[in-house]
């Protein structure tokens, strides 16, 4: 069975990750085929479980805590984030190894706009120019992973140095448009990643379509 992709647009953070959550427990059930989910969402930093206590983050911008593995990072508008919910147990059950798929994922994304990435020993994402392009955090529940990755396209980086992204200076992030010198959008950003996630990813290929009735938010009572 073909798995599914489907793109929300813009929407707040909080939204995806009831609608993650949601798409779990289907998958566990065996309702759902495996799911790549991409979009954007409104400025919001969000914490994941590595990220120290001592870690201080002041202005603006909502700041949320969440499951995933890794420390803070910043999603905003311009920058491409996916993720995908999809089932390992018939698979490698490996969640490094499905870490590296999502920066194989990554690599390829660049190559095709032009950029040569790389990884860095030690690190996990995926960088260019000495810049991070490239985050990645998941999560996983019953052997179905959730959460994913956040591709620096277009998005302003200033919110990065309000604090330390994934332990690094704020200064390291950079942009797919930014390195190239012109400008890049994340729907030209999203067919790339697209065609390599469906020959990389477990579940692939994904076919783009509507999410199941089962996954909507229920009617308000």
């Given at each position: 069975?073909?798995?599914?992709?489907?793109?929300?647009?813009?929407?707040?953070?909080?939204?995806?990750?009831?609608?993650?959550?949601?798409?779990?427990?289907?998958?566990?059930?065996?309702?759902?085929?495996?799911?790549?989910?991409?979009?954007?969402?409104?400025?919001?930093?969000?914490?994941?479980?590595?990220?120290?206590?001592?870690?201080?983050?002041?202005?603006?911008?909502?700041?949320?805590?969440?499951?995933?593995?890794?420390?803070?990072?910043?999603?905003?508008?311009?920058?491409?984030?996916a993720y995908p919910i999809i089932s390992?147990?018939?698979?490698?059950?490996?969640?490094?190894?499905?870490?590296?798929?999502?920066?194989?994922?990554?690599?390829?994304?660049?190559?095709?706009?032009?950029?040569?990435?790389?990884?860095?020993?030690?690190?996990?994402?995926v960088w260019c120019q000495g810049k991070?392009?490239?985050?990645?955090?998941?999560?996983?529940?019953?052997?179905?992973?959730?959460?994913?990755?956040?591709?620096?396209?277009?998005?302003?980086?200033?919110?990065?140095?309000?604090?330390?992204?994934?332990?690094?200076?704020?200064?390291?992030?950079?942009?797919?448009?930014?390195?190239?010198?012109?400008?890049?959008?994340?729907?030209?950003?999203?067919?790339?990643?697209?065609?390599?996630?469906?020959?990389?990813?477990?579940?692939?290929?994904?076919?783009?379509?509507?999410?199941?009735?089962?996954?909507?938010?229920?009617?308000?009572?």
């Amino acid at each position: 069975m073909p798995g599914l992709h489907h793109d929300w647009g813009l929407a707040p953070y909080a939204d995806l990750h009831a609608l993650q959550q949601r798409l779990v427990d289907l998958r566990v059930e065996g309702l759902l085929p495996d799911t790549l989910l991409t979009g954007e969402h409104p400025a919001v930093i969000t914490l994941g479980r590595k990220t120290p206590r001592e870690e201080r983050i002041e202005g603006p911008i909502p700041v949320v805590a969440v499951e995933r593995g890794g420390e803070a990072t910043y999603h905003g508008p311009g920058q491409l984030v996916a993720y995908p919910i999809i089932s390992l147990v018939h698979v490698h059950r490996d969640l490094h190894a499905f870490q590296r798929d999502l920066e194989e994922v990554g690599l390829r994304t660049l190559a095709s706009l032009g950029l040569a990435g790389q990884r860095i020993e030690g690190l996990t994402g995926v960088w260019c120019q000495g810049k991070k392009l490239m985050s990645l955090g998941i999560a996983v529940r019953r052997w179905v992973t959730w959460h994913g990755l956040a591709l620096n396209v277009c998005n302003d980086l200033t919110p990065f140095r309000a604090f330390h992204p994934c332990g690094l200076d704020g200064e390291v992030m950079g942009s797919v448009s930014s390195l190239l010198g012109r400008p890049v959008s994340v729907a030209e950003a999203r067919t790339h990643l697209l065609e390599h996630a469906n020959a990389v990813l477990p579940g692939g290929p994904f076919v783009t379509g509507p999410l199941p009735a089962a996954a909507l938010p229920p009617p308000p009572s």
